[in-house]
């Protein structure tokens, strides 16, 4: 058995600030057994805008906010899914939109760059979202075997819109968990927040933990929160609605490969590539 953490804030541009209040969060956890802590998307900088997170992007392994969670992963003894953080790409005037794994022991285990960018029309008071004009797009999936939760896959937001991905994650070794990091608005959430994380978790028979941002930010941008923990067989096992804070659920491994067992969808998929 292992634990799941979904931590649900409403970020500030101050990185101080939210880094400190992940270490609240954090030190109010009993920790008995492998849990891992998913923290929402830009969890550590929201609100400021491209400049400031251009100005506070670092070099992967290397800065304040990479030696802050590595120290707090380890010495509350959690694995941490670093939502997205801003790392120095290759082009001058982007920065990667990074999600780090690192383990109970501080050390990172690895890093996923979001593929999906949000350049979006939305009918709200943001109107046009163009996440590309400052985030350089990662191109390569990542999934880690053999975590203490079993074959974990990295998401980040508008990724969970692109089923391939998880499908092409899947191709060899079903995943058990999906870890997705979110910052969804509030028009497109409520119409297909939690329709989107549900299919993820059913047709992949393996739990989402969906940390979210929630309420309204200093650029006046409203996000969506609802942070869930779904289950394999796509039943909601804690959903946090609008508020900060942190929602948690077991994983069981034995219900995952009942499931499986019961329902062998992944052998039946006449999809997957290698089979076609
Ligand atoms: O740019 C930032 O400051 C932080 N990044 C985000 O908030 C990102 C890109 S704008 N948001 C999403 O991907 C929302 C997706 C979404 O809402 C949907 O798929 O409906």
Aim: charged share 15%.
């Amino acid at each position: 058995m292992a634990n799941l953490i979904a931590l649900q804030m409403t970020s500030t541009p101050d990185v101080t600030e939210n880094l400190d209040h992940v270490e609240q969060q954090l030190a109010r956890l009993t920790v008995n057994e492998p849990t891992l802590v998913v923290l929402p998307e830009c969890f550590a900088c929201f609100g400021g805008g491209d400049k400031v997170l251009l100005s506070i992007a670092e070099p992967l392994g290397k800065g304040p906010i990479q030696s802050r969670l590595s120290h707090m992963a380890k010495q509350y003894g959690v694995w941490l899914v670093a939502g997205s953080m801003p790392l120095e790409g290759t082009h001058p005037d982007k920065f990667t939109a990074s999600c780090l794994l690192i383990n109970d022991a501080g050390e990172r285990v690895t890093e996923y760059q979001k593929i999906h960018l949000f350049d979006v029309q939305v009918a709200d008071n943001t109107k046009t979202y163009c996440e590309s004009k400052y985030t350089q797009a990662g191109s390569t999936l990542v999934s880690v075997k053999d975590t203490p939760f079993g074959h974990l896959g990295l998401a980040i937001c508008y990724d969970v819109r692109f089923p391939g991905l998880f499908q092409a994650m899947a191709e060899h070794q079903a995943l058990d968990v999906i870890a997705l990091p979110a910052a969804f608005t509030q028009k497109t959430g409520e119409a297909h927040w939690q329709a989107l994380i549900k299919a993820r978790a059913i047709e992949n028979q393996c739990y989402l933990v969906a940390a979210g941002q929630t309420g309204i930010h200093a650029n006046q941008r409203q996000t969506h929160g609802h942070s869930c923990i779904i289950s394999p067989w796509g039943e909601t096992l804690a959903e946090i609605p609008q508020s900060v804070g942190a929602i948690d659920a077991q994983l069981d491994p034995t219900i995952v490969n009942r499931i499986r067992r019961d329902m062998p969808v992944y052998s039946h998929n006449k999809f997957r590539s290698y089979l076609v």
